[in-house]
């Protein structure tokens, strides 16, 4: 936060129960699941003016397991947008 830069181990269930977290003042709470063959991570949370904001990502693979896709959506008090991010595997 505030251009500092944070590295953290993040850890979930997949089958929907909720993980609580707390970064600095910033708190939120996380659950995942599988939607078909895609891991679907939701976050729900608030920074430290009590301002809401989530995030929600959908991993899935390629039917030929050579590509993964991450899609991402967040939101919160300025807006939201989506972001798309796709890598292929290397073969040697």
């Known amino acids: 936060l505030n251009g500092?830069?944070?590295?953290?181990?993040?850890?979930?269930?997949?089958?929907?129960r909720v993980t609580r977290r707390k970064t600095g003042e910033v708190e939120t709470e996380t659950a995942a699941h599988w939607d078909g063959a895609a891991l679907v991570i939701r976050t729900d949370g608030h920074n430290p003016g009590g301002e809401k904001f989530y995030g929600e990502a959908?991993?899935?693979l390629s039917?030929?397991?050579?590509?993964?896709?991450i899609a991402t959506r967040l939101g919160g008090p300025r807006g939201?947008?989506?972001?798309k991010q796709g890598g292929?595997?290397?073969t040697t």
């Open 4 to 16: 500092a830069t944070t590295a953290a181990d993040l850890h979930y269930y997949t089958d929907g």
């Open 58 to 60: 959908r991993w899935s």
């Open 63 to 69: 039917d030929d397991r050579q590509t993964l896709t």
């Open 80 to 83: 939201d947008f989506a972001l």
């Open 88 to 90: 292929t595997r290397e």
